[in-house]
């Protein structure tokens, strides 16, 4: 099975701040790498498929990159609705297996 | 538009069996594949089974291989999860959500609002 994690596992940031948030497969996964945002009690919501594609409806703001084992989630200017939990998974084969989560709070 | 509702959640003893159904509107059930993935309470979130659109094709996550069985009817437009023999560790909200692809792309959108399944020792 193919390994997901991600750094960091928590982070403290304030409106207007940059945020990135990495994943690491445990092998090659070429671009097969998606990243949802869920806030509690809600399903996750689809971000970013494919490492880079942003899904229809999703803010600019949002941008993803890497291939191969390194991939990066970035929020360009974090926006009050952006506090929320933060989850890569990889779609390169099965089991399709999802990152730790990286909880986004206030600083 | 489009919706995915889970239902048939609930308190279980352990060893005994459940199934969970997912109705679909807003969209032709019968043209893509849908997965479960569950999430245990405070936990992330673990895939767990994926069916193509026309049922000919189904995965499992190895914890659940051999124990729960994924299905769907494209007539009702429902999609289900037989989920035998549970265990303790099988307590989860259990999300079905959409694959882009009548196989599987296997990114997931969108997603049901889950459904509570607790397994009692």
């Known amino acids: 099975d193919i390994q997901m994690t991600q750094s960091p596992s928590s982070l403290s940031a304030s409106v207007g701040d940059r945020v990135t948030i990495t994943c690491r497969a445990s092998q090659s996964i070429s671009s097969f790498l998606n990243w949802y945002q869920q806030k509690p009690g809600k399903a996750p919501k689809l971000l970013i498929y494919?490492?880079?594609t942003l899904q229809s409806g999703v803010p600019s703001r949002f941008s993803g990159s890497g291939s191969g084992t390194d991939f990066t989630l970035t929020i360009s200017s974090l926006q009050p609705e952006d506090f929320a939990t933060y989850y890569c998974q990889q779609s390169y084969s099965t089991p399709f297996t999802f990152g730790p989560g990286t909880k986004v709070d206030v600083k | 538009q489009v919706q995915l509702v889970e239902s048939g959640g609930g308190v279980v003893q352990s060893g005994r069996s459940l199934r969970l159904s997912c109705a679909a509107s807003?969209?032709?059930?019968?043209?893509?594949?849908l997965h479960w993935v569950r999430q245990a309470p405070g936990k992330g979130l673990e895939w767990v089974a994926v069916i193509s659109s026309d049922g000919s094709n189904k995965y499992y996550a190895d914890s659940v291989k051999g124990r729960f069985t994924i299905s769907r009817d494209n007539s009702k437009n429902t999609l289900y999860l037989q989920m035998n023999s549970l265990k303790a560790d099988d307590t989860s909200v259990y999300y079905c959500a959409r694959d882009p692809s009548s196989t599987w792309f296997a990114w997931f959108d969108p997603w049901g609002q889950g459904t509570l399944v607790t397994v009692s020792s």
């Open positions: 807003g969209f032709t059930f019968s043209s893509y594949a």
């Open positions: 494919a490492a880079s």
